[in-house]
């Protein structure tokens, strides 16, 4: 796994923001995409977007306009700006690294060799 530290999950009611971080030394600022997913019980984890050495950024269409990816090489961290949530994005949210070179959609969790461990977004109607 990849040791990072992840915040930022938590509770929110629908049309609010949360912002997730992950820090990761050694692999935010390598040349492979890094890049957040998500996973509910009983489904496949989806990718929900990537960011790639870069800058170059990729998103599932379904957040699309209301979520941004970011990273700050300076110190090792991922972020994932979260706007107008909506219930159906309730997840648990993983970052993961060591992936393509390039950011492009669809964003395949197979292709990512690192994982973090995942925090818990939940959003009321």
């Known amino acids: 796994q990849v040791r990072v530290a992840i915040t930022g999950g938590g509770s929110v009611e629908a049309g609010g923001s949360l912002r997730l971080s992950c820090e990761a030394p050694g692999y935010i600022a390598n040349r492979r995409c890094v890049s957040w997913f998500r996973q509910v019980p009983g489904k496949e984890r989806e990718g929900v977007a990537a960011?790639?050495?870069?800058?170059?950024?990729s998103y599932a269409d379904s957040v699309k306009g209301r979520f941004t990816i970011s990273k700050d090489t300076s110190n090792y961290t991922l972020y994932l700006q979260m706007n107008s949530l909506k219930p159906e994005d309730t997840a648990m949210y993983y970052c993961?690294?060591?992936?393509?070179?390039?950011?492009?959609?669809?964003?395949?969790?197979?292709?990512?060799?690192?994982w973090g461990q995942g925090t818990q977004v939940t959003v009321s109607s």
């Open positions: 960011i790639d050495a870069d800058g170059s950024t």
């Open positions: 993961a690294a060591e992936g393509p070179v390039l950011a492009r959609s669809p964003i395949i969790k197979d292709m990512y060799n690192l």
